[in-house]
């Protein structure tokens, strides 16, 4: 069956340091892979989405990495700051019109300490 | 521009009783997802809809829960006769997704139902 795994449930990162958050995932064949954030009682928001044809994306001081052979995507936050505090979820679509539909990771609840 | 609104942001019931959650997709966004998130869990997949496509149903646990969407606009997820395993947040994602490109979900706050 279809697994998706997320490094490990909780991070802690020093500030000023980069985090790397993992994803890695079994059994499928995704087309698209995205990185979303949650706060505590919030819905996920979307951060960057990284296409199977592609090996790397970066926003201001996001950078996503995927792999289709080692079958995982690695999400760095440069320059962590406090504020970065929150759950990072990856999740992969199959994509194609009628395969939209998005496979969560559990997340990765990731603090960065002052 | 007005995000996903959900309602209500809380409900607590009963167990046996019917539920109704409610959500309002961003207005011209073809696409509605709902998701189940228990605590501490990630999102688990419900139901997704595709503009006049038949929905796909196949995250659904039970056939106590069934979702409807009007067009393009409002979807309410009923979960009949709860139990209490059906305590968790219900998070609602609409998406311009049309097909052949690969767009990003917008995600509605949550409804919290707690069944006691």
């Known amino acids: 069956s279809q697994k998706i795994e997320q490094n490990s449930e909780a991070l802690n990162i020093q500030e000023g340091k980069t985090a790397t958050l993992t994803c890695n995932y079994t059994?499928?064949?995704?087309?698209?892979l995205q990185w979303y954030r949650q706060d505590p009682g919030r819905g996920p928001v979307f951060l960057l989405l990284?296409?199977?044809?592609?090996k790397e994306k970066r926003k201001e001081r996001l950078k996503v990495t995927f792999d289709t052979t080692l079958k995982q995507s690695l999400f760095h936050i440069t320059a962590s700051q406090p504020a970065d505090s929150a759950t990072y979820l990856c999740?992969?679509?199959?994509?194609?019109?009628?395969?939209?539909?998005?496979?969560f990771g559990t997340g990765t609840r990731l603090t960065i300490i002052p | 521009g007005a995000g996903v609104s959900q309602s209500p942001s809380n409900k607590v019931t009963e167990k046996g009783k019917d539920v109704e959650l409610r959500c309002d997709p961003i207005?011209?966004?073809?696409?509605l997802y709902w998701y189940r998130q228990r605590l501490g869990q990630g999102l688990e997949f419900l139901i997704y809809f595709q503009g006049n496509s038949a929905p796909d149903k196949s995250g659904l646990p039970s056939d106590r829960f069934s979702a409807e969407r009007t067009g393009e606009s409002v979807s309410t997820l009923t979960i009949q006769r709860t139990q209490q395993e059906d305590s968790a947040v219900y998070l609602c994602a609409s998406s311009p997704r049309t097909g052949g490109s690969y767009n990003e979900q917008f995600f509605g706050p949550g409804t919290r139902l707690t069944v006691l």
């Open positions: 990284i296409r199977e044809n592609e």
């Open positions: 059994n499928y064949s995704p087309a698209y």
């Open positions: 999740a992969l679509a199959r994509g194609g019109f009628g395969n939209e539909k998005l496979t």
């Open positions: 207005s011209g966004h073809t696409a």
